[in-house]
Nanobody
Framework: QVQLVESGGGSVQPGGSLRLSCVVS????????MGWFRQAPGKEREGVAT???????RYADFVKGRFTVSKDNAKNILFLQMDNLNADDTAEYYC???????????????????WGQGTQVTVSP
């Protein structure tokens, strides 16, 4: 059984920072592609960042230079460091795992197999 549990969301002012965590309870030692996605009210879910088995990362253009994805493979925890937040970053954030890929991770949420329950991030003055 695979379980993903996010934490670290909250309310922050524009320009502030938050660090999201995703604890992965997995049935395998294999490091698959993992990613962070988000969904704002009234909008479709979109990919934010992905990390490959070897640690290579990719980012959506709208977070490049502001967000950093990382993974502690020993503890099986995925992180998303979010800096210089703005109102457009307000959304529910989800971590997810893709059991079909270890490299060339996908930003398409249909390709992800396991999802966390989400953590809310609100950016407002």
């Amino acid at each position: 059984q695979v379980q993903l549990v996010e934490s670290g969301g909250g309310s922050v002012q524009p320009g502030g920072s938050l660090r999201l965590s995703c604890v992965v309870s997995s049935d395998t030692d294999v490091n698959y592609c993992m990613g962070w996605f988000r969904q704002a009210p009234g909008k479709e879910r979109e990919g934010v960042a992905t990390i490959e088995s070897g640690g290579k990362t990719r980012y959506a253009d709208f977070v490049k230079g502001r967000f950093t994805v990382s993974k502690d493979n020993a503890k099986n925890i995925l992180f998303l460091q979010m800096d210089n937040l703005n109102a457009d970053d307000t959304a529910e954030y989800y971590c997810a795992e893709d059991r079909r890929r270890r490299w060339f991770c996908s930003f398409q949420d249909d390709d992800l197999d396991y999802w966390g329950q989400g953590t809310q991030v609100t950016v407002s003055p």
